[in-house]
């Protein structure tokens, strides 16, 4: 069974720097089968597609977001990570990661829990 | 970027009841279209993909139609654990985009 897990700092500070880490079990992050992804969700809002990972290391981002988000991976540990700079308020959510199906199905099966990052003073 | 639109926002309906959900699409999305169910709390559960295809280990009674622009996903009898929040998403162009969602709730 597949399982991812997000870890990270609840409480980052406006204009500094959102990091965090998704931990698979069950698969490989290797795979070039599928999109390792970074999805979020302001608290009581909808569904935002982050960026992905694929093909052990290309990326893709949403353009929205582009200019400050960075999606890493690490092989070795079978982690992969999501940096986004420069946070506001707006930046507050819950974060997940999860994967896709890959091949041009953005269709996420197994998700992580979620993590709430909350961007203050 | 395609804007996803669902409607109703809120859906009343009885227990064992048939449920119908919408999903609008802003432009043709073709038939790249799934479907999540949201307990609170939880992460999104994938329920269908490529409009009318069930995941893994989903019950029968969820289906989905539609490619275009015009999607249904339908709930034929409606379970306590169904009552809850439904989004659709569009994967034919990136970024990949979710509708608002659908809460249902007990009638």
């Known amino acids: 069974q597949v399982q991812l897990q997000e870890s990270g700092p609840g409480l980052v500070k406006p204009s500094e720097t959102l990091s965090l880490t998704c931990s698979v079990s069950?698969?490989?992050?290797?795979?070039?089968?599928?999109?390792w992804s970074w999805i979020r969700q302001p608290p009581g809002k909808g569904l935002e597609w982050i960026g992905y990972l694929y093909h052990s290391g290309s990326t893709n981002y949403n353009p929205s977001l582009k200019s400050r988000v960075t999606i890493l991976v690490d092989t070795s540990e079978n982690q992969f990570f999501l940096n986004l700079r420069s946070v506001t308020a707006a930046d507050t959510a819950v974060y997940y990661c999860?994967?896709?199906?890959?091949?041009?199905?953005?269709?996420?099966?197994?998700w992580g829990q979620g993590t709430l990052v909350t961007v203050s003073s | 970027e395609i804007v996803m639109t669902q409607s109703p926002a809120t859906l009343s309906v009885s227990p064992g009841e048939r449920a119908t959900l919408s999903c609008r699409a802003s432009?043709?999305?073709?038939?790249?279209l799934a479907w999540y169910q949201q307990k609170p709390g939880q992460a999104p559960r994938l329920l269908i993909y490529?409009?009318?295809t069930r995941a893994t280990g989903i019950p029968a009674r969820f289906s989905g139609i539609g490619s275009g622009t015009e999607f249904i996903l339908t709930i034929s009898s409606l379970q306590s654990e169904d009552f809850v929040v439904y989004y659709c998403q569009q994967y034919n162009n990136w970024p990949s985009t979710f509708g608002p969602g659908t809460k249902v709730d007990i009638k």
């Open positions: 999860a994967r896709a199906y890959g091949d041009y199905v953005w269709a996420a099966d197994f």
């Open positions: 490529g409009a009318s």
């Open positions: 432009q043709s999305v073709s038939s790249n």
């Open positions: 069950g698969d490989s992050v290797s795979s070039g089968s599928y999109y």
